[in-house]
């Protein structure tokens, strides 16, 4: 079992800057691949970045390639995402999620998921 526990979110204005933070703790040497989903109301969940184990590896939606940055530290067990130049459009739940086999690129699948942090951007 792995648990996850995001945080970071909050409400700035179109062109703020959020940096999320997901601590994750138990079985984490099982874990192959961490990322970030998000799922605005009404919306489908999208994956918005993922990195690999070693870190060599990211993954980036269209939606946000350019603009975010997934980063991660080993020893703290942590991922990361940076998030400047925000839109409204990115305004969603943004969920720390984990796999055990493959990369985070996809909302379906995922092995593991943390409660999720509320990123609200104004305009």
């Known amino acids: 079992q792995v648990q996850l526990v995001e945080s970071g979110g909050g409400l700035v204005q179109a062109g703020g800057s959020l940096n999320l933070s997901c601590a994750a703790s138990g079985r984490t040497f099982s874990i192959a691949s961490l990322g970030w989903v998000r799922q605005a109301p009404g919306k489908e969940r999208e994956s918005v970045a993922a990195?690999?184990?070693?870190?060599?590896?990211?993954y980036y939606a269209e939606s946000v390639k350019g603009r975010f940055t997934i980063s991660r530290d080993n020893a703290k067990n942590t991922v990361y995402l940076r998030m400047p130049s925000l839109k409204p459009e990115d305004t969603a739940v943004y969920y720390c999620?984990?796999?055990?086999?493959?990369?985070?690129?996809?909302?379906?699948?995922?092995?593991?998921w943390g409660k999720g942090t509320l990123v609200t951007v104004s305009s």
């Open positions: 990195i690999s184990r070693t870190g060599g590896i990211t």
């Open positions: 999620a984990a796999n055990r086999a493959t990369m985070v690129t996809r909302a379906d699948g995922v092995d593991y």
